[in-house]
């Protein structure tokens, strides 16, 4: 399985008082969730979190166990073992099993504090992406411009064949984040890690200090016919704005794509805001939590008249998906592209005498429209799975001006 960039970690719980949706995920784990920060006069935040690739069918609440009764005893088996001297998380990671929550999770408190930088748009690391390759091996597919990997001359597909000392050729990508990461106390930004790598015939040997880095999660390029293609990686923090921005400078009535695929999710505030960039406010998506529903909705004054475009893939997901859902739905947006990920379903975080985390689903999410996308994912307007870049720009060439 293709790695995520390294410095992407599990779930945390969300900051500040507003309402802030997260669906977030670890495609190195392959695993999905995210974070709902409580509102004023709320009680503990709900997380959201969806299927892996290769579920199918809705998810049925229904004929799910009482969700207040898995978090009970989840919270209880956790209490009862920190009493007798045992491990919480270890307690609630059995409890969690016996649940029947198949998307339940539970995480160390390192885990979500990492989770919580990438999530600010920001995060401890070389500047490395990678991925697992068949042979088992290691490859670096993308190298951060200023970062310290970037400064030492580490180029993509360069291989990756230890950290630390540690060969992690055969290694999950899940480990070799770990050795990137070092341990509680080596992953501060300025400790070093040493990597060895290898390019053609030359091996060597680097040793980079750890620094604090923007994820850059929105970048923005201009293709044929005056067309702007918005990649959007992540919805961390600050991307509805970037959004916005960028489509403030695309060419008066040119068209736009939205360029969804691989994008993992992220802070359901930003998802909304960049819809809002794209619709004259109205349903987002609705959303329950256990059993209370809620909705989400688009700010007025978006720029409804551009031809749009949404490209999405197998690697869309949650907030991402409720993106598409909300510009498909809303017939503001033409979806280019395969099926998405498929992951739309509520979880509640608990905090953990030891400080771990358990996720324990609680609801799903709907589109406009009231599809749940949670299993079975949003299906494209048009199907393509080859070139797919080239047919948006067709549909977008065929659109013209829908005012």
């Not at 009493?83 to 029947?100: I, L, N, W």
């Not at 970062?147 to 992690?168: F, K, M, Q, W």
């Not at 017939?331 to 592209?337: H, S």
Request: glycine content about 16%.
């Amino acid at each position: 399985m293709s790695g995520r960039d390294l410095f992407c970690q599990p779930r945390r719980f969300g900051r500040g008082a507003a309402l802030t949706l997260v669906f977030a995920s670890v495609l190195v784990a392959g695993a999905a969730t995210g974070a709902l920060p409580r509102g004023p006069g709320e009680g503990r935040g709900t997380t959201a979190s969806g299927g892996t690739s290769g579920t199918s069918g809705t998810s049925d609440t229904s004929a799910s166990p009482d969700p207040a009764g898995r978090s009970e005893d989840v919270t209880r088996a956790a209490e009862e073992a920190a009493a007798d001297g045992k491990s919480p998380m270890e307690a609630a990671e059995r409890a969690v099993s016996r649940s029947g929550d198949r998307w339940a999770a539970v995480y160390s408190e390192g885990e979500y504090e990492e989770f919580e930088e990438s999530l600010d748009g920001e995060y401890t690391g070389v500047g490395l992406w990678a991925r697992h390759e068949r042979d088992g091996r290691i490859e670096v597919t993308r190298v951060q411009s200023g970062s310290p990997a970037a400064a030492a001359g580490i180029r993509a597909g360069d291989r990756l064949r230890s950290v630390d000392g540690r060969g992690v050729d055969g290694l999950p990508v899940t480990d070799v984040v770990s050795l990137l990461r070092g341990d509680a106390t080596d992953a501060a930004a300025g400790t070093a890690v040493r990597l060895g790598l290898e390019r053609g015939t030359r091996a060597w040997t680097e040793t980079l200090r750890r620094a604090r880095l923007s994820t850059g999660s929105v970048t923005v390029r201009k293709v044929a016919g005056g067309v702007t293609v918005i990649k959007i990686a992540a919805f961390t923090k600050g991307v509805g704005d970037d959004v916005r921005a960028a489509v403030r400078q695309a060419p008066a009535g040119a068209g736009i794509v939205l360029d969804l695929r691989g994008n993992s999710g992220g802070l359901v505030t930003e998802a909304t805001a960049a819809a809002s960039v794209f619709l004259d406010g109205g349903l987002v998506a609705t959303y329950d939590v256990e059993g209370d529903q809620r909705a989400l909705h688009a700010e007025a004054g978006g720029d409804t008249g551009r031809p749009l475009v949404a490209l999405v893939d197998g690697g869309t997901m949650s907030a991402a998906e409720l993106l598409t859902g909300a510009l498909q739905d809303r017939g503001r947006a033409v979806v280019v592209g395969s099926r998405t990920f498929g992951k739309g379903s509520v979880q509640m975080p608990s905090r953990l005498p030891d400080g771990s985390v358990a996720e324990l689903t609680v609801g799903h999410y709907r589109t406009p429209s009231g599809h749940a996308v949670d299993g079975t994912g949003i299906t494209p307007d048009l199907d393509v799975t080859e070139g797919a870049l080239e047919r948006a720009e067709t549909v977008l060439s065929g659109l013209g001006d829908p005012r």
